[in-house]
């Protein structure tokens, strides 16, 4: 038995008692070779579709030998969870290596038997999600850490828009942050470019007025960016500063715009009035001189028309030049 063996042995005996049994492995990532998966998951988050929990598994890389890991294990508990996790696994493991800013994807396990069967994707832990990671530090972050967030997205956006794929559902839950790196997890709405879907099934409040007509673009996400880094810097979303318009607030405006049979007159109001709600913003108003920049380029990622939205590679240069 060679050395390497009796290491990966060892390992194995002393992990024997927390690992988790009974499941079987239907696709793993080929840069590991095997994936033991331990007993101690503790959930991280209930959503309507899924079950999301934290857990170890220990990932034999021929290379690097054994290591123990973080992993996230996503359970689908509706719908079919099959073909969920392969959607999803699928279009991380064409991306990830491509970005260190997209979540690896390891592998799907499946459980039960045939009548009962239930399948998990299992991914990297990419840290806490953004969602909570702005809330636990007061609801806003400061402008550097905002431009070093906005640099990391725009560099996924071109990688993005360079395989022809739209992720469609970018928010800060959708995001993780780990030693300052973002990593973009949730891929369950991502859609190549150029298909044309009837229906919209991202979050209406951070995406674009295209996306939500179902025509997703290059500079979908990038709209969604854009409301992204508006929410770090002032804690707000959209409807709240929306409010006084015709509609209660955008979430409900954009389910209005999705829904009526003649959008057209209503959604370039409701956009416009987006536009000079950048310019009122107090928060953004009151940018010291250098960040002004910022709340016009800011402006600039959210235009209505996919067109004016910056480059891939202006938004990658305009937040470098920005990174302290
Ligand atoms: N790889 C990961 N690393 C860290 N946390 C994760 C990871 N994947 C998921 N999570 C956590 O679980 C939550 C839900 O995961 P995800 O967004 O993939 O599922 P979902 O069912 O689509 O949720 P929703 O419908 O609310 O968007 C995330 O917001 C995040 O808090
Ligand atoms: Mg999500």
Redesign the pocket.
Known sequence: MSQRSIRLWCALLSLKASLLFGYGIVKLNPRYERMLLHDDAAV??V????I?SLTHASLLEPSKGETLRQV?L?KWIKGDGHHQASNEFDVMMRLSSQSPYF?EPIGIISKGDVHERSYQLV?????Q?LQHYVMERGGTLPIPEVMRIGYQLALALEVLASNEVCHS?LKP??L?IRDNQI?I??W?SSRALGIAQRTMDGTPIFSSPELIEGQACSKSDMFSVGLILYFLTTGKYLPEELRGTPFPNSFSALFFMANTEDPEPSYAGCFAKTLAVFQLVPELAACKDKEIGFRSFLRSMVHPTPSFRPSHREAISFFASHLH
Not at 47 to 50: C, D, K
């Open positions: 991280l988050g959503g309507i579709y899924g999301v996230v996503k979540a991914m990297e832990y990419g840290g999600d559902d839950a959708n993780t990593k997890i949730d369950g």
